[in-house]
């Protein structure tokens, strides 16, 4: 079983930044990472993707430009820095990885097998 662990999670102001951290049990490059986020009382969206070997990056539109994933394979970890922050972006950050899903699956929460605990991010002014 694959284990997941988020960090970096807490309150920032809007307009600010902030970069959680996931890491990863076994060899990252070799799976799809992605995160995830949950709003009380909303269901967990998409957020962003590091596709296995490098292969690509995926976006969810709402932070498209200003969130960017990217891979520290030295740590096995994946990055989200997130720009430009505002109250909407307020949830329970999860990460999660696939080591089978395909391509035309990397939105879908279904897609991943392994999930951590979550680190909760509060924008606030």
């Known amino acids: 079983q694959v284990q997941v662990q988020e960090s970096g999670g807490g309150l920032v102001p809007i307009g600010g930044s902030l970069r959680v951290s996931c890491t990863v049990s076994?060899?990252?490059?070799?799976?799809?990472v992605a995160w995830f986020r949950q709003a009380p009382g909303k269901e967990r969206e998409f957020v962003a993707a590091?596709?296995?070997?490098?292969?690509?990056?995926y976006y969810a539109d709402s932070v498209k430009g200003r969130f960017t994933i990217s891979r520290d394979n030295s740590k096995n970890a994946v990055l989200l820095q997130m720009n430009n922050l505002n109250r909407e972006d307020t949830a329970v950050y999860y990460c999660?990885?696939?080591?089978?899903?395909?391509?035309?699956?990397?939105?879908?929460?279904?897609?991943?097998?392994?999930w951590g605990q979550g680190t909760q991010v509060t924008v606030s002014s």
């Open positions: 076994e060899r990252s490059s070799s799976t799809t």
């Open positions: 590091a596709f296995r070997w490098s292969s690509g990056t």
């Open positions: 999660a990885t696939g080591s089978r899903l395909i391509l035309s699956s990397v939105r879908r929460r279904d897609a991943y097998s392994s």
